[in-house]
């Protein structure tokens, strides 16, 4: 089982930026990949980014150029970020963190709200 827990969201004029962390403890040796999606009310959720263990990334393509996500590593947990720029108020969501183990998700965070004002 992986724990993760996030932090990072709030509220930001458009142009701004803001960035999500998600540290995930536990069974951290599953972890494969880490994502982050996105869930606006009354849509469904979607994936935003993800990046593999070995550094490989993707984007949807709404974020491309504007968002970035790394991964950092210890022995002990493994952190996700993204650095969200230039957001615009279609970003405005709940921002969740997931860890996979290949193609199924070990863990999602609690989630974390992101409101962008126009």
Same mark, same amino acid.
Not at 27 to 47: D, N, V
Not at 94 to 114: D, E, I, K, N, R
């Given at each position: 089982?992986?724990? @993760?827990?996030?932090?990072?969201?709030?509220?930001?004029? =458009?142009?701004? &930026? @803001? $960035? @999500?962390?998600?540290?995930?403890? #536990? &069974?951290?040796? $599953?972890? &494969?990949?880490?994502?982050?999606? $996105?869930q606006a009310p009354?849509?469904?959720?979607?994936?935003?980014? =993800?990046?593999? !263990?070995?550094?490989?990334?993707?984007?949807?393509?709404?974020?491309?150029? $504007?968002?970035?996500?790394?991964? !950092?590593?210890?022995?002990?947990?493994?952190?996700?970020?993204?650095?969200?720029?230039?957001?615009?108020?279609?970003?405005? =969501?709940?921002?969740?963190? =997931?860890? @996979?183990?290949?193609?199924f998700v070990s #863990?999602? #965070?609690?989630?974390?709200?992101?409101t962008v004002s !126009?």
């Amino acid at each position: 089982q992986v724990q @993760l827990v996030e932090s990072g969201g709030g509220l930001v004029q =458009a142009g701004g &930026s @803001l $960035r @999500l962390s998600c540290a995930a403890s #536990g &069974s951290i040796f $599953r972890i &494969s990949s880490m994502a982050w999606h $996105r869930q606006a009310p009354g849509t469904q959720r979607e994936l935003v980014a =993800a990046i593999t !263990s070995g550094g490989t990334t993707t984007y949807a393509d709404s974020v491309k150029g $504007r968002f970035t996500i790394t991964i !950092s590593r210890d022995n002990a947990k493994n952190t996700a970020y993204l650095q969200m720029n230039n957001l615009k108020p279609e970003d405005t =969501a709940v921002y969740y963190c =997931a860890a @996979l183990s290949g193609p199924f998700v070990s #863990g999602w #965070g609690q989630g974390t709200q992101v409101t962008v004002s !126009s």
